[in-house]
T-cell receptor
C-alpha cells in the first residue's frame, strides 16, 4: 500500500532563517505531488504541484520554492522565512486517473517567530 | 462567487441524529467531486468520492447536482467519532488541467453525547 511521509512534524523558526521540508511517497511510481499550506482558520491553498522529476508548477507567487529531485521526493524550501509563512504545510500525492483523489501526509506545523 | 462554498457551522448535533452538509461550486467544467474529513490539527483524509448518480458508504450518502452545481453529504446515526471538519473538494480543471483540486474551507461538526 502507499504511504506518504513528511518531516519534521513541527518546526519553530526565526524570521529570515531558511526552510527545508521534505516529503516522500512509498508504494507508487510517478505520482503527482503537491504542496499545500493551511493557515489558521483558512482553507487549503495549493502552493506547488509536480507531474514528474524536475517539473514544478507554482500556483501562488511567494518566497517559497519547490523541487523534485527524485520520483517520490518533493521538497519545499525558502531562503528567508517571513512571519506570514507560518501555517500547516501538507504534502499530497495522486495518480493521474479519472477521479484524481489526493492523499495527504501528516503535515508540518511551522511557526515563524 | 467563491470557487467552493460551504457553511462553516458549527453544526452541534446529538448522537444518533442525521445531519446534512451542502456545498456549491462555481466551475461548471469540474469533473470530480469529493468529501474529505479533517480532524483538529491533522491532515485531511478522503471520506468519499461523489459520483453523478449519488453514492452511499455505510452511514454516509453523497449527492451531486450538476445543474445547480451543488454537492451534499448526509450522515445518518451520528457518532461521537464523526466530530470533525468536513471539506468539500472539487476538481478545478483549470490551467493546471485536472490536477488541481479546490478545497472549501470546511463545515465543522460536533456530535454531542
Amino acid at each position: 500500500s502507499q504511504t506518504i511521509h513528511q518531516w519534521p512534524a513541527t518546526l519553530v523558526q526565526p524570521v529570515g532563517s531558511p526552510l527545508s521540508l521534505e516529503c516522500t511517497v512509498e508504494g507508487t511510481s510517478n505520482p503527482n505531488l503537491y504542496w499545500y499550506r493551511q493557515a489558521a482558520g483558512r482553507g487549503l491553498q495549493l502552493l506547488f504541484y509536480s507531474v514528474g522529476i524536475g517539473q514544478i508548477s507554482s500556483e501562488v507567487p511567494q518566497n517559497l520554492s519547490a523541487s523534485r529531485p527524485q520520483d517520490r521526493q518533493f521538497i519545499l524550501s525558502s531562503k528567508k522565512l517571513l512571519l506570514s509563512d507560518s501555517g500547516f504545510y501538507l504534502c499530497a500525492w495522486s495518480t493521474v486517473g479519472s477521479y484524481n483523489e489526493q492523499f495527504f501526509g501528516p503535515g508540518t506545523r511551522l511557526t515563524v517567530l | 462567487r467563491k470557487e467552493v462554498e460551504q457553511d462553516p457551522g458549527p453544526f452541534n448535533v446529538p448522537e444518533g441524529a442525521t445531519v446534512a452538509f451542502n456545498c456549491t461550486y462555481s466551475n461548471s467544467a469540474s469533473q470530480s467531486f469529493f468529501w474529505y474529513r479533517q480532524d483538529c490539527r491533522k491532515e485531511p483524509k478522503l471520506l468519499m468520492s461523489v459520483y453523478s448518480s449519488g453514492n452511499e458508504d455505510g452511514r454516509f450518502t453523497a449527492q451531486l447536482n450538476r445543474a445547480s452545481q451543488y454537492i451534499s453529504l448526509l450522515i445518518r446515526d451520528s457518532k461521537l467519532s464523526d466530530s470533525a471538519t468536513y471539506l468539500c473538494v472539487v476538481n478545478g480543471n483549470s490551467g493546471a488541467g485536472s490536477y488541481q483540486l479546490t478545497f472549501g474551507k470546511g463545515t465543522k461538526l460536533s456530535v454531542i453525547p
